[in-house]
């Protein structure tokens, strides 16, 4: 079930990687390193902090078929991507949790340390879409606007206080991944914003 | 003393990431990530090259502490921070010659390899900044023009002497350290800058 | 005759770095910085990603020296560089080769695996350039059009071919420059380019 999660998420990251990049015009090629990086830049820059080499997004061919099924879709099946595009959010927001969480239990298992884990469960979240943007030459999305990071965040959380045996550890991955897509999609419905700091001039 | 010294460098270096991400329009959590990369970046990169997992950066409380107090302050005093901007950009150049010793110091203690130690020693006080401007999507300020990155490696290379013995190591940081802050001063009071290779057409 | 043929690809490597950096106007520092990087970048990723601390880009004199006789030779002989243009380009090519059937020898030497090796033999010939048009605030040309990064996954292949003993491991990495080389010197006379993906509008 959680590796089910996992490509699912996976796949959706490489899904938007994919897009982004193909409406730059990148090659064949650029668009599947894109899509590659959006999937599994956040977990490989994880995996070097807490020196788990080789990084895990490097050496399972799954999540490399998965980025190559996604780069597909997003070439042949454009317009059906377009009429999917409600689902696509919320498969984006499952696999943020999800990521977020997986993160969190990555990282604290191996060194149990608070700070680090809410850290790089967030990184491990939000950093492949950081990376593609950086790629893509432009301000990363998650740092400018929506609900995003933040949803990661309490994600994080979430699971943190399983590991701490705060909550049932069983269940703190579901809660986590639960409220992370709640939050997700209610602030795409609404349009929440995190406000930006006003400058004063 | 050397505490105070690494926290107050973390401090400026955050409240110049948050002041130009601000600046960008980020969001707050934009405003968050831009000045913790900006006052950690640069250890982060020098400890994942030296192999000091997890890096000091992403496990100590203290750092992000202080970065959260400079995104306050960056937020709530804009106008206090414009009056500051002098004793800001002294403080700033006292923590990169600090950062500067100290990435020296660390990684020479670890690898005693003399241009690791050079290396390291300059991206850990500029590699921060790098990637505040990589994220914010303009070429970092340290390539292309101002004395920063060559009072680092001034202060850098003051500390190296210290490692070797040729100099006292209880006088390398301090003397790293002023002479760093001197050059970066005197530089910007008289906009010394270093010369562009000229590009005949 | 191996070490010269890694010189060499570094040399060329941060020539075209430090001509890139020179035509963005970047002070001598930021040349000498991007023409390392571009030169060492793609090499220091995959040590870092294997654990091959800390990484050889940044412990070998060598390479220091060779990056700053390129800045120096981009620097004063621009006009030599341009009639040079064509043996640049051939010599560019062997670098990409070598240095990709490189990194797949190095990887697969300490972690014999498939994927690993291919994905971190492409990035050691292709990650130093996207870390250069990065910095520069440009999107990698690697990933916009040439073939490039094919010409160095096809001498990735073949090297992999020789660890796995399926041809001659004496013969493979001369294989896979020759080859790489072939197919980049042809794809530049001919102006072969990757498809890029259409978009639908």
Excluded at 44 to 66: F, H, K
């Amino acid at each position: 079930m959680f590796f089910v999660i996992d490509l699912m998420g996976t796949f959706v990251f490489a899904l938007s990687g994919a897009v982004a990049a193909i409406d730059r015009k990148l090659d064949i090629f650029g668009v599947l390193v894109t899509a590659f990086v959006t999937a599994c830049g956040g977990g490989v820059i994880r995996d070097l902090c807490i020196g788990a080499l080789p990084p895990a997004g490097l050496i399972n061919l799954e999540y490399l078929s998965v980025v190559a099924l996604a780069v597909a879709l997003a070439a042949f099946f454009q317009r059906l991507l377009l009429r999917l595009a409600q689902p696509t959010l919320f498969f984006d927001a499952v696999g943020l949790g999800f990521f977020a969480a997986f993160g969190v239990h990555k990282v604290y298992a191996l060194v149990p340390n608070i700070e680090l884990a809410l850290l790089l469960g967030v990184i491990t979240a939000v950093g492949g879409g950081i990376i593609r943007d950086v790629l893509l030459g432009r301000v990363p999305v998650v740092l400018t606007k929506e609900i995003y990071a933040s949803a990661a965040l309490l994600g994080a959380l979430i699971q943190l206080l399983g590991e701490l045996q705060v909550i049932d550890r069983h269940v703190a991955p579901w809660a986590a991944i639960a409220l992370c897509t709640l939050i997700r999609m209610l602030s795409l419905k609404y349009q929440w914003n995190l406000p930006a700091i006003k400058k004063n001039s």
